[in-house]
């Protein structure tokens, strides 16, 4: 597998490989894992040996994009900003019924649900910056442990895709692990989707409620004073964990100097 540093020569060598429509490794703040990201979900699927039409996520850092085919109203449209570009998760959220929506968010899209990456780093904001909206999943075979360091993904990905190798701009001490993904259910409200990283970092604190906590914490930055509490105790709007979320328990956690085990 090619590796790109990150110096001039690698940043070229990955915005080259993009040009060609090939999917490309690249690092994410920690403690997020690596990623895989393409022009196009045909070759982040390809890369992860995945079928062409798997679902993707679209990153789109920019979310006066994002928003007018999304069917939240503006509150709703503020959190989700919040939560991609500072908590850094991962959300599922209705779709506007908009004919005109774009082509970047139809293989992301499933059952009306759109799925939504939004990290913006700045060691990478360059690539974006030139080649957002990208199609993105974790960086591992279908059925492997997503790579949270560079010797993982080269070990997993086979020598076709180029790596930028981003270790050295994150914290390898940190566990690492994928994203938790949130999901905005019209009527219900806020759910966890899938556990991650963030919820389980807090787990592992013995902080109680990743869910209550990270809507609070997002009203408080939106609104400098929390919205209104429920007698439940938790902030805005009616929002509950998803029976799927019930069953997955806490996610495993890997860390980047130490090789995972088992399935993703």
Known sequence: MPVALFDAEGKLAIDEALDRGEAVVLPTPSPLAYVVAAKT??????????????????????LDRLAPHLALDEME??????????????????????????????????????????????????????????????????GAPPAVDLRQAVADLGPEVWVLDGDSLRDRARPHAPTTTLRFVPGR???IHRRGI????????????YLADVLSRADAALLRTPLPRRQDGRGGRHARR???????????????????????
């Not at 982040?44 to 789109?60: D, I, K, S």
């Not at 069953?247 to 995972?260: E, I, Q």
């Open 41 to 62: 979900a045909a070759a982040v699927n390809l890369a992860r040996e995945r079928p062409h039409n798997h679902p993707v996520a679209t990153w789109e850092p920019r």
């Open 77 to 142: 449209r503020r959190r989700l900003g919040w939560l991609l570009a500072v908590e850094r998760v991962t959300v599922l959220a209705p779709q506007a019924r908009d004919a005109a929506a774009p082509s970047w968010i139809a293989p992301a899209a499933s059952y009306g649900m759109a799925l939504l990456f939004g990290v913006a780093w700045e060691p990478i904001a360059w690539l974006l910056e030139r080649h957002a909206p990208l199609f993105v999943s974790s960086a591992n075979r279908a």
């Open 189 to 191: 409200g806020w759910e």
């Open 198 to 209: 963030q919820d389980a970092l807090r787990a592992t604190a013995g902080r109680g409620d």
């Open 242 to 264: 998803s029976r799927t979320s019930d069953r997955a328990g806490p996610v495993g956690l890997a860390r980047s100097h130490r090789p995972r085990s088992g399935a993703a």
